[in-house]
């Protein structure tokens, strides 16, 4: 099993996905000069990162990553999107992504099931958890035909799938405390030993809502490489 991973910047890596899809992990770093495939191998992960979706001269990369996602929806390729990932994922299937209005979401929040969820691959058994949340662009308008999973206080759409195969989350279920800590880091937030707090004693719960749902996409892609 080989899964494509897209990652958008040095500090927004794998994080506990490295551990929870296995080794067949194959990095891309655009931001070295590597070069976004036409294809993505088995299954398809592509990461957060600071840039807005639509900021292509900030990140001259993303429309190739835009096509690479639009092509694995088309060709039923497993495809997890997260944060920016998932954000590029809606522009490229005709969604859209918008600065959101109810500003920054950051820290430690509730995320919710939707009916959807109970029997959808990857979230089934999830119900209401905790999720790291940084950013501050929204999707608010989904693809068409794209099945919501999950919704929030301040952004209602916070996971869905797109076709048999593709899902979309708007929250970092790879971030770790330390990672997320970094983040807060860089930003300066005035609250950030508060929220770093949160997460850290969230830790044992983040890693046993979304380690299920990131080993439930290995299975996917295992599937569909074995097919």
Request: net charge negative; proline share 6%.
């Amino acid at each position: 099993m080989r899964i494509t991973v897209i990652e958008h910047e040095a500090d927004a890596g794998l994080g506990y996905l490295a551990g929870w899809l296995g080794p067949g992990c194959e990095v891309v770093r655009p931001y070295l000069g590597e070069e976004i495939p036409m294809r993505a191998a088995d299954g398809l992960v592509v990461l957060g990162g600071e840039a807005a979706a639509w900021e292509d001269e900030r990140s001259p990369w993303q429309p190739a990553t835009r096509d690479l996602l639009r092509r694995a929806v088309d060709e039923g390729t497993p495809t997890l999107g997260v944060c920016l990932g998932a954000q590029l994922l809606t522009m490229a299937c005709g969604g859209t992504v918008e600065r959101g209005a109810n500003g920054l979401e950051v820290g430690l929040r509730e995320v919710v099931a939707l009916p959807a969820a109970a029997s959808d691959p990857l979230l089934a058994g999830v119900g209401e958890c905790v999720a790291v949340q940084y950013h501050r662009d929204a999707m608010t308008r989904l693809p068409e035909g794209a099945v919501p999973l999950m919704t929030g206080r301040q952004y209602p759409n916070q996971a869905y799938r797109l076709g048999e195969a593709a899902w979309a989350v708007q929250f970092h279920p790879e971030a770790t405390p330390e990672i997320f800590a970094s983040w807060t880091h860089a930003s300066g937030l005035d609250a950030a030993e508060e929220l770093n707090t949160e997460v850290k004693a969230a830790e044992k719960a983040l890693i046993a809502t979304w380690r299920p749902m990131a080993e439930a996409f290995a299975r996917v892609v295992c599937t569909a490489a074995r097919a």
